[in-house]
């Protein structure tokens, strides 16, 4: 058998090598490495695709994440709403902005924030919440928004896990990362839609915010060296913007292989009492950017099982952010299902070249520890 990967990103590169290698060769051949037509037509394609007015191209994830905070004007000691059972970079934006993490609950089936424990801990010094789209499924938008809409609260949705997802708010079908007041995402190479380094991207339907997002981005720089405010250096460069371009062309077709690969791990591990496989919630596609399973009491020594066999997983995530040393002001929040989620959950290669042979392979020695 082949050498297993979590993300088989040489074998995806492989299937549009030809389209990769010429808009690689193009940019090469402008000389034309930071801005230009490619980042310009990479910016509106996805536009196009999210459906929404902006999309503003930057370096990574966590600058996303940043530039959405800074575009609210918010001040020292205001309230952030988040989870802690995410990636650092949600709440380590709002730690470096001056701002106060305020951490809540997930629930149990989905992994993603619990609107009931937002609404529990508004105070009067609430500003924002921040939602991730956990593991490739959107949070409960709609409850969010009515939420948001009742408090006034501004919403920034972390999407870097669930590009392409569908979710239902109000009835109407909107694109993860376009019903908050602002969306982020990352390009990291594993994502569903990655490039061959870093990259991230900010979208929103606010022209204001829209403008803030791209000056604060260029060090607060609306015309060269003329500074409006301090900003820092976000941007997503020409190589990275054309291969995305690419990319995005096959982002539907990568969400469908991917929920077949998820839908055969499904029939696998079916009726195993001690194994809960991936939850489906009515409001939203699933587009899979993990394949997370839940074990009781056996998911150390699956890993390990897994590990001695030469096969990747991933723990996502071990520790709830509230617990961790650079948050240790915040110990005092209690979110016992998250705690719980990061002693069961793992999560198995994910991709589009996965195979019947190596699915197979992966739940026998899976099953093998459980039962």
């Not at 990479?42 to 930057?58: D, G, K, M, Q, T």
């Not at 993990?290 to 996502?316: M, S």
């Amino acid at each position: 058998m082949k050498k297993i990967h979590m993300v088989d990103l040489i074998g995806q590169y492989n299937q549009i090598k030809e389209e990769i290698d010429t808009t690689i060769a193009e940019t090469l051949n402008t000389g034309m490495y930071i801005g230009g037509e490619k980042v310009k037509t990479f910016s509106e394609n996805l536009a196009n695709y999210l459906h929404v007015n902006h999309v503003i191209p930057c370096g990574n994830g966590t600058d996303a994440l940043q530039l959405a905070l800074m575009a609210l004007d918010l001040k020292p000691g205001d309230e952030v709403i988040t989870t802690p059972f995410t990636f650092v970079a949600t709440a380590e934006v709002i730690k470096l902005l001056g701002l106060k993490a305020i951490f809540v609950d997930i629930e149990p089936d989905s992994y993603n924030i619990d609107p009931i424990k937002i609404e529990e801990a508004i105070t009067p010094n609430t500003k924002c919440i921040i939602p991730v789209h956990l593991f490739g499924q959107t949070a409960n938008m709609d409850a969010i928004m009515k939420i948001a809409d009742n408090h006034n609260l501004f919403v920034i949705e972390d999407n870097a896990q669930a590009i392409g997802s569908n979710v239902i708010v109000k009835g109407e079908k909107f694109k993860s990362g376009t019903i908050g007041h602002i969306g982020t995402t990352s390009f990291f190479p594993s994502k569903n839609l990655g490039a061959f380094g870093d990259g991230g991207a900010v979208f929103t339907n606010d022209p204001e915010l829209a403008r803030k997002i791209k000056l604060f981005g260029n060090h607060g720089s609306s015309k060269k060296y003329y500074y409006e405010s301090i900003g820092i250096n976000s941007r997503l460069d020409a190589l990275q913007a054309g291969i995305l371009d690419v990319k995005l062309k096959y982002l539907d077709s990568y969400i469908s292989a991917r929920n077949i690969a998820a839908d055969r791990y499904d029939q696998l591990f079916l009726g195993t009492d001690d194994i809960k496989i991936p939850y489906r919630v009515e409001y939203s596609d699933h587009v899979f950017h993990q394949y997370t399973l839940r074990i009781k009491e056996h998911r150390d020594a699956v890993a390990e099982a897994l590990k001695e066999n030469k096969i990747p997983f991933g723990i996502y995530y071990p520790q709830s952010l509230h617990h961790s040393e650079a948050y240790k002001e915040s110990r005092d929040f209690h979110c016992p299902v998250s705690d719980q989620a990061c002693k069961e959950v793992i999560s198995l290669p994910m991709h589009t070249e996965l195979t019947e042979e190596i699915q197979s392979h992966i739940a026998k020695i899976v099953l093998e520890i459980v039962k």
